[in-house]
């Protein structure tokens, strides 16, 4: 297992990005600064095969591995209502012999507001609350994603995220590319998304409105007590010239896409408040699998782990 080391490090960055995201979402001691509501669950996955060919990633070979899973709502607000429109996240930790960890980590939309953390932070300037109304000003929010048209569409993407029915009925994007290494130290860049076997499904604004608070939670501890949940993991492959520093941008719709194994939710972990203590690093990966070039993918680890410093300190 190796967390890569980001190539630049910004430790003032990462406690300045998340000191504005504990203001934007307010501060909520012992939770996550983003995503501080969600709950683990066992799984298994059920790599095909097809991915052999391109890495050497122990998970992605053959044998059925055991996962940790964690769904999650984007809001750093614990009580947040899982009616609201916003991105929802699937974070999987893959377990390998030896205690060995591989973390995937996905949301709910294709793309990402910023293609740097630097962006991303002054994205969280233009976002903040107003003193007064608690919200952040539309027209300061209008201004900068005008001037700023990665932001549009990573707004515009929230904007069409669907209100799911459930947890288990919508796409998740790990967003970033990864690079996958074979036997031979070959390079390919891809592009993860896991594919709900139940459809994508969505609730109407008027059907939403109806929903309890916690209705996300609620609707899988009932569909897990009769039911497996299942996503299938699809890698979209880069041709030369794709973009893998820009989490802002999508790839063509016409590259080629495998399907690299299946993930079946089981239930509840039993041991909820060890496993929501872990921190979910993209960064945290196994030989055959390196980090691209993409930035904002490198930073994450030092933004989690000052996140997670704070909150296991209670904080
Ligand atoms: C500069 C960009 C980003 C910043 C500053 C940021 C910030 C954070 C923070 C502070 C946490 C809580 C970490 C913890 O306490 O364990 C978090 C969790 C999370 N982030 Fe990000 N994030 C960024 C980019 C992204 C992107 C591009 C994705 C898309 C996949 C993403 C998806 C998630 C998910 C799903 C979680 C929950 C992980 C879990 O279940 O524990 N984030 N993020």
Same mark, same amino acid.
Request: with cysteine.
């Given at each position: 297992?190796? @967390?890569?080391?980001?190539?630049?490090?910004?430790?003032?960055?990462?406690?300045?990005?998340? #000191?504005?995201?504990?203001? @934007?979402?307010?501060?909520?001691?012992?939770?996550?600064?983003?995503?501080?509501? +969600?709950?683990?669950?066992?799984?298994?996955?059920?790599?095909?095969?097809?991915?052999?060919?391109y890495t050497?990633?122990?998970?992605?070979? +053959?044998?059925?591995?055991?996962?940790? @899973?964690?769904? =999650?709502? %984007?809001?750093?607000?614990?009580?947040?209502?899982?009616?609201?429109?916003?991105?929802?996240?699937? =974070?999987?930790?893959?377990? *390998?012999?030896?205690?060995?960890?591989? #973390?995937?980590?996905?949301?709910?939309?294709?793309?990402?507001?910023?293609?740097?953390?630097?962006?991303?932070?002054?994205? *969280?300037?233009?976002?903040?609350?107003?003193?007064?109304?608690?919200?952040?000003?539309?027209?300061?929010?209008?201004?900068?994603?005008?001037?700023?048209?990665?932001?549009?569409?990573?707004?515009?993407?929230?904007?069409?995220?669907?209100?799911?029915? =459930?947890?288990?009925? *919508?796409?998740?994007?790990?967003?970033h590319a990864f690079v996958w290494?074979?036997?031979?130290?070959r390079r390919t860049a891809v592009r993860y998304?896991?594919?709900?076997?139940?459809?994508?499904?969505?609730?109407?604004?008027?059907?939403?409105?109806?929903?309890?608070?916690?209705?996300?939670?609620?609707?899988?501890?009932?569909?897990?007590?009769?039911?497996?949940?299942?996503?299938?993991?699809?890698v979209q492959i880069a041709e030369p010239g794709d973009p893998t520093d820009d989490c802002?941008v999508l790839w063509p719709h016409d590259r080629t896409e495998i399907?690299?194994?299946?993930?079946?939710?089981?239930?509840?972990?039993?041991?909820?408040?060890?496993? #929501?203590?872990?921190?979910?690093?993209?960064?945290?990966?196994?030989?055959?699998?390196?980090?691209s070039d993409d930035?904002?993918?490198? %930073?994450?680890?030092?933004?989690?782990?000052? =996140?997670? +410093?704070?909150?296991?300190?209670?904080?």
């Amino acid at each position: 297992m190796s @967390v890569q080391p980001p190539d630049g490090a910004h430790p003032q960055l990462a406690v300045d990005i998340v #000191d504005r995201l504990e203001w @934007v979402s307010g501060l909520y001691p012992g939770y996550r600064r983003a995503h501080a509501k +969600g709950a683990c669950y066992r799984a298994v996955f059920l790599p095909t095969g097809a991915a052999a060919e391109y890495t050497t990633a122990a998970h992605l070979q +053959g044998d059925p591995v055991p996962a940790t @899973v964690r769904f =999650s709502n %984007f809001s750093g607000n614990p009580y947040i209502w899982d009616r609201t429109r916003s991105a929802r996240g699937l =974070s999987v930790a893959f377990h *390998l012999p030896g205690g060995v960890a591989t #973390d995937l980590v996905s949301v709910s939309q294709p793309v990402f507001v910023a293609a740097t953390p630097q962006a991303f932070r002054n994205f *969280l300037e233009a976002a903040e609350p107003n003193m007064f109304t608690g919200s952040p000003d539309p027209e300061v929010v209008r201004k900068y994603a005008t001037e700023h048209t990665e932001a549009m569409r990573g707004l515009r993407a929230v904007k069409n995220t669907p209100i799911p029915v =459930s947890y288990a009925t *919508l796409r998740y994007w790990a967003v970033h590319a990864f690079v996958w290494l074979d036997k031979m130290r070959r390079r390919t860049a891809v592009r993860y998304r896991w594919e709900p076997e139940a459809g994508v499904q969505q609730l109407s604004d008027e059907r939403a409105a109806e929903k309890a608070p916690t209705y996300l939670s609620d609707e899988l501890t009932e569909r897990l007590a009769s039911t497996t949940v299942a996503f299938q993991l699809k890698v979209q492959i880069a041709e030369p010239g794709d973009p893998t520093d820009d989490c802002t941008v999508l790839w063509p719709h016409d590259r080629t896409e495998i399907t690299v194994g299946r993930l079946l939710v089981t239930g509840p972990v039993e041991d909820q408040a060890k496993w #929501d203590k872990r921190m979910f690093d993209p960064t945290r990966l196994v030989p055959g699998i390196e980090l691209s070039d993409d930035p904002v993918l490198r %930073f994450r680890s030092q933004v989690y782990a000052v =996140s997670h +410093g704070r909150r296991t300190q209670g904080k």
